[in-house]
């Protein structure tokens, strides 16, 4: 089993939609949670991170954590063409200080 | 500005040769690890570095070598002994805050090709 999995995609909606990432993973020990968001060709850039259950928000961008479930999620609300890139999820053991395990990431299109 | 700068972004080998990348932080951070990532692949780590003269191998290290001599410094070699080094390889730093939230900041990548 992966230490992180993600649904490949690619995931395609509409703008204005709501687009919703998920992201599995095996530890249980794991402390801390982030995602970030690759445009072809370049490097990875951070949109957010959370470590506690629940909801995290920032703009139009929610993160969600169920520890129990081992479960994390993205959504994207009000969907835009420049939203358009792979997300990666990225995950944090706490065995070793930083290091982190990321999943395949999924490539999401949004489309005008 | 803050950042991390690797060089050269595009590099062309043939096979055989040994090649190094560099990676400069200027963050202060004290920690430095290399990824390495395949089409359609996640990132796979390679090499990590907590502190200045020590480094641990990741899950991919055969056929790579790196240095730590410089806190702002972490190299990375790819020697011949790599079956398949044709990769995007990106460097990336953490700080030391609060340590399983120091999110990774990445350097824009090399991309090396190997014929």
């Known amino acids: 089993q992966k230490e992180v999995e993600q649904n490949s995609g690619p995931l395609s909606v509409p703008e204005g939609a709501i687009a919703s990432l998920n992201c599995t993973y095996s530890?249980?020990?794991?402390?801390?949670f982030f995602w970030y968001r690759q445009y072809s060709g370049k490097s990875p850039e951070l949109i957010m991170f959370i470590y506690s259950n629940g909801d995290k928000e920032d703009g139009r961008f929610t993160a969600q954590l169920n520890k129990a479930s081992q479960y994390v999620s993205l959504l994207i609300r009000d969907s835009q063409p420049s939203d358009s890139a792979t997300y990666l999820c990225?995950?944090?053991?706490?065995?070793?200080?930083?290091?982190?395990?990321f999943g395949r990431g999924t490539q999401l299109t949004v489309w005008p | 500005d803050g950042g991390i700068t690797q060089s050269p972004k595009y590099l062309f080998r043939k096979e055989g040769q040994n090649v190094t990348l560099s990676c400069e932080q200027n963050l202060n951070h004290d920690a430095m690890y290399w990824y390495r990532q395949d089409p359609g692949q996640g990132l796979r780590l390679i090499y990590y570095?907590?502190?200045?003269?020590?480094?641990q191998k990741g899950d991919i290290a055969e056929g790579y070598s790196v240095s730590r001599e410089k806190k702002e410094s972490f190299p990375l070699t790819v020697t011949s002994a790599q079956k398949n080094p044709t990769a995007f390889y990106l460097c990336?730093?953490?700080?030391?805050?609060?340590?399983?939230?120091?999110?990774?900041?990445f350097g824009n990548g090399t991309r090396l090709t190997v014929t």
């Open positions: 530890d249980r020990g794991s402390q801390s």
């Open positions: 990225a995950v944090n053991r706490g065995s070793t200080l930083g290091r982190l395990y």
């Open positions: 990336a730093s953490s700080g030391t805050g609060s340590s399983y939230n120091s999110p990774l900041h």
């Open positions: 570095s907590q502190i200045v003269n020590d480094f």
